[in-house]
């Protein structure tokens, strides 16, 4: 027994150890990074920056609900920067009422205007485009319309992961912005009755169907292309595939932006705003383009020679505040077609 | 009548058992309490949606879950534990150490490997391509691994260690007396577990498929990435998506109350059958030998959850971390995470044994039924999907911060920050509540099997509670408590969305560190990390059966 509570004691000693030397870090020298984006693809980014700057990164990442925590914490919240992301992400950390507006001259110089909020509550840092993975052997067409994917000739040939989840989300928003709610539905079932099997997995599985034959056409990212066609074990799945940029008819292809925004409370604010300033700097957007494959989005970085092999990027012109005001419609829209059932 | 003749001599202070009980509901109150407030923030619009297009399919794709995961942890882990304590045959000894080592293994990463494995592009097809002279996935037909099936096989392969553990333990203590007794008049084995063996390891069975069944109701991971439509997905995409957290919370908090009532029903459903077993006699009952082809086919049955669970997985683990250098390019990063995991782990089975035990010890101290149903509350929380408890306990957290910085700011006249929701203790509160459950259950099971006269004679010695507990229940309990630190540590160390929202800056677990490659469609990369949270949790598994396996603590042989 009295080791039991000998151990019970020792643990709850650990505990209190713990919670002393882990609070809240917010003293000058430092920045707090709440990220959607894994810390393993940005860790780089921010080594860099602290390489840069002398300011320490402190991060934490998450898949989900990083805004209410951000609201829940309210003004003691440790955070200074939100990266994520999807358009709809941006704006709903915005609506959340977690953010303030970042005021950079410097930031306005360098990303164009339809990449940033109006009013300055978030900025995009890099661009990655919806496209399509199509079978070397067996798609003799090397331009596509994302319209088209309804058509009956793709019937059984095509494979793509939930029509939830945010990339698709946002794919659908942008048709049902583009065409109306009507054409989209009669889109989306046309798309379902072509599909190889129920959605599921995520780009890189749909990659990996297509070059097993399970499908002729992939919808996923980018950048997954490009990981595939860089890694050993992954190369024959890239090798059997090619990356077609589709277009809306008579538009161009859809992109969405990973982005920054600035905590309303944010405790660091200074060491913030250079953070987010220096994202959209030389080295970081070179960065962006060569180790995660994305668009950059300040203007003469070049993109990865592998990302530029897709052909030129034509991103559709409709704005991105367009595409996240359609988001709840296009979930909705997934749910009655029975996208993913 | 001997209680209520002995009670007024015998009755505990039940303030402060009475305080326990409520301090134990009132932690996994709170984060119910702040779902409560979201989903009455109303958004009572998403309903008719929900109900015409979601919520269905989704109910019914649960359901199916659920029975199939039933079916097969059922199956796989009673009938293991069966085998392996009716009979001896080739492999049973190791297999004795080999069977509960699934629960190490979480189950999104068995489905990411048996979707490697066994996909359109895995070896499997690839080989059956090759050999039929097949071009394409197209030209002919396999089972879908990404299917409702996929999934109830890989969840039930890796779960059904719950049950086993739990009927193990209940048919090794099993009166001998009885099935000597169905020995001696002739009944075949087969007979002698449909008639007594099964219906006396009914309430250990329901606990152990209960467990399995709520593990599966947390799962996200592994159902939307094998494309299931789960009622606990379309919580996410109710709240991620469709744009409504009132409605998902509303949804969340249904469930919650539809598991609830399933298991009262349970408990009321044998409410009549009364179980008493080791205390009459806690002779072990010997493995009859089996011999020849049986023997072998015993063996097969054994081995088979063991490879689909655990040999598969954890070699297919092994294999990525040889060939992508994982070793020899090793993340020193690893080792710090290791250590956070093995902490944060320890640190929540601790507290959650120490409050599982004053809590069944309180509730058998003071048998009023308002006791009874704070502890049944108080197991709640493992009804609740991961993310959705991390959110209900974001408010709490802080409010428990704000409480703190008051008094700081009045007494020191600084305020100290988020000392709890920004800090470790955060997650531990986190894991506290949601696997309170399990060590609640075992304790429950464990103090059912210590006869209650064993308190009144303790009592009448002149013991005092303390005394009562430390030395009467306790040593009796020594199973019950190494099974439940085993479960809740191993929970712990897999766990993945509550420690995702409510970890500290800087700080990873192995489980977020794998989910980091993941997300990134390259989970392999995770494989070393996903080894060391198999090797961590098979030292606790190797404690434990090593404590199973020799004899309960036998009532005669106390001090």
Redesign the interface.
């Known amino acids: 027994?009295f080791s039991?509570v000998a151990?019970?004691v020792r643990?709850?000693v650990?505990?209190a150890a713990?919670?002393?030397t882990?609070?809240?870090?917010?003293q000058s020298g430092e920045v707090?990074v709440y990220t959607y984006r894994?810390?393993?693809?940005i860790q780089p980014l921010f080594d860099a920056f602290t390489k840069d700057s002398g300011i320490k990164v402190?991060?934490?990442?998450?898949?989900?609900?990083?805004e209410?925590?951000i609201k829940?914490?309210?003004e003691?919240?440790?955070a200074d920067v939100l990266l994520t992301v999807d358009i709809g992400r941006l704006e709903?950390a915005v609506s959340a009422g977690i953010t303030q507006p970042i005021v950079s001259p410097v930031l306005d110089k360098v990303i164009a205007s339809q990449y940033r909020d109006p009013e300055g509550h978030w900025y995009g840092i890099s661009l990655r485009a919806r496209v399509i993975y199509a079978s070397k052997e067996?798609v003799k067409q090397d331009a596509i319309t994302y319209e088209e994917l309804a058509d009956p000739k793709w019937k059984?040939k095509i494979c793509i992961r939930?029509g939830?989840h945010?990339y698709n989300?946002a794919l659908i928003a942008a048709y049902i912005a583009k065409h109306g709610e009507a054409k989209a539905e009669e889109w989306l079932r046309g798309v379902k009755a072509n599909l190889?099997?129920?959605?599921?997995?995520?780009?890189?599985?749909t990659a990996?169907?297509v070059?097993?034959?399970?499908?002729d056409l992939g919808i996923g990212n980018t950048y997954?292309w490009a990981?595939m066609s860089k890694?050993e074990?992954q190369k024959p799945?890239a090798d059997a595939t090619k990356v077609i940029l589709p277009t809306f008819a008579g538009g161009g292809t859809h992109v969405n932006v990973s982005g920054v925004v600035l905590a309303k409370h944010a405790p660091n604010k200074a060491n913030g705003m250079k953070l987010i300033e220096w994202l959209a700097g030389e080295t970081a957007q070179h960065m962006y383009a060569d180790t995660n494959y994305e668009y950059p989005l300040r203007g003469g970085v070049a993109v990865n020679p592998i990302i530029a092999s897709y052909g030129v990027l034509k991103p559709d012109p409709l704005p991105l505040s367009k595409i996240a005001a359609s988001?709840?419609a296009?979930?909705?829209l997934?749910?009655?077609v029975?996208f993913?059932? | 009548m001997r209680g209520a003749v002995l009670s007024h001599r015998l009755r505990w202070p039940p303030i402060a058992a009475t305080a326990i009980v409520l301090g134990v509901a009132a932690l996994v109150a709170l984060p119910l309490v702040s779902l409560l407030r979201i989903a009455a923030i109303g958004d009572a619009d998403i309903w008719p949606?929900l109900i015409a297009?979601?919520l269905p399919?989704a109910a019914m794709q649960t359901v199916l879950l659920l029975a199939g995961v039933a079916a097969v942890t059922t199956v796989a882990g009673a009938g293991s534990a069966w085998l392996v304590t009716t009979f001896r045959f080739p492999g049973r000894d190791a297999l004795l150490w080999l069977l509960p080592l699934p629960l190490a293994i979480p189950t999104y990463i068995a489905a990411y490997v048996y979707?490697d494995i066994l996909?359109?592009?895995g070896p499997v097809?690839?080989a059956l391509?090759g050999l039929f002279g097949w071009?394409?996935?197209?030209?002919y037909w396999f089972p879908?691994i990404?299917?409702l099936g996929g999934a109830i096989l890989i969840i039930g392969f890796v779960l059904y260690p719950y049950v086993y553990l739990a009927a193990r333990a209940m048919f090794q203590t099993q009166c001998a007396i009885f099935i000597d007794a169905a020995r001696a008049v002739g009944a075949a084995p087969w007979r002698l577990m449909r008639d007594i063996t099964l219906p006396l390891a009914r309430p250990a069975l329901a606990i152990g498929v209960a467990l399995a069944l709520l593990e599966t109701l947390n799962d996200i991971g592994a159902s939307?990435?094998?494309?299931i439509?789960t009622l606990t997905l379309s919580v996410?995409?109710t709240?991620?998506?469709?744009?409504s957290?009132p409605g998902a919370a509303q949804i969340a908090l249904s469930m919650l109350t539809l598991v609830a009532a399933l298991i009262a029903f349970e408990i009321y459903a044998r409410r009549r059958q009364r179980y008493q077993g080791a205390i009459q006699d806690s002779r072990l009952t010997a493995p009859i030998r089996l011999h020849g082809i049986r023997a072998w086919l015993a063996t097969l049955a054994c081995t088979v959850p063991v490879a689909f669970g655990f040999l598969i997985p954890a070699g297919f683990l092994v294999r990525e971390t040889v060939?992508?250098g994982l070793v020899s390019g090793f993340d020193p990063a690893l080792l710090r995470h290791s250590a956070t995991t093995v902490?944060?782990a320890?640190?929540a089975?601790?507290?959650v044994?120490?409050l599982g035990l004053a809590a069944a010890v309180a509730q058998r101290l003071i048998r009023r039924r308002f006791v009874a149903a704070c502890v049944a509350f108080a197991t709640l929380g493992y009804a609740i999907p991961g993310?959705v408890l991390?959110?209900g306990l974001?408010?709490p957290l802080?409010a428990a911060?704000d409480t703190i910085?008051w008094l700081s700011q009045r007494l020191t006249g600084a305020?100290?920050?988020?000392?709890?929701?920004?800090?470790?203790?955060a997650v531990?509160v986190a894991y506290s509540v949601r696997f309170l459950a399990i060590s609640i259950g075992f304790m429950q099971a464990g103090l059912s099997r210590v006869a209650i006269e064993l308190d009144e004679v303790a009592r009448l010695c002149g013991a005092g509670p303390m005394r009562l507990?430390?030395?009467v229940h306790?040593p009796l309990l020594r199973p019950a408590?190494w099974g439940a630190a085993l479960l809740v540590f191993v929970d712990c160390l897999k766990e993945l969305?509550m420690t995702?929202?409510?970890?500290?800056?800087?700080?990873?677990t192995l489980s977020?560190y794998i989910?980091?490659?993941a997300?990134?469609?390259?989970f392999?990369e995770g494989a070393l990390a996903a080894l060391l949270i198999i090797a961590v949790g098979i030292l606790p598994v190797m404690r434990i059966v090593r404590l199973a396996e020799t004899r309960p603590a036998d009532p005669a042989e106390l001090r």
């Open positions: 027994m039991t151990t019970f643990a709850t650990a505990l713990i919670a002393a882990s609070g809240a870090l917010a707090n894994e810390s393993k693809l402190n991060v934490i990442s998450a898949s989900s609900g990083l209410q925590r829940t914490e309210g003691r919240s440790p709903d067996r059984g939930s939830q945010i989300n190889a099997q129920k959605p599921s997995g995520g780009d890189r599985e990996r169907d070059a097993a034959g399970k499908c997954y990981l890694s074990a799945w988001k709840k296009a979930a909705a997934v749910d009655k029975g993913d059932n | 949606h297009y979601v399919a979707v996909d359109a592009a097809q690839t391509r071009s394409a996935a197209q030209d879908p990404r299917s939307e990435y094998l494309g439509q996410f995409t709240w991620l998506n469709r744009g957290l060939m992508r902490m944060l320890a640190c089975t601790a507290v044994l120490l993310t991390a959110l974001l408010s802080v911060d910085n305020s100290v920050g988020l000392v709890v929701a920004g800090s470790s203790v531990i507990v430390s030395s306790l408590l969305p995702l929202l409510l970890r500290p800056l800087n700080t990873e977020t989910y980091q490659f997300t990134r469609g390259n392999e």
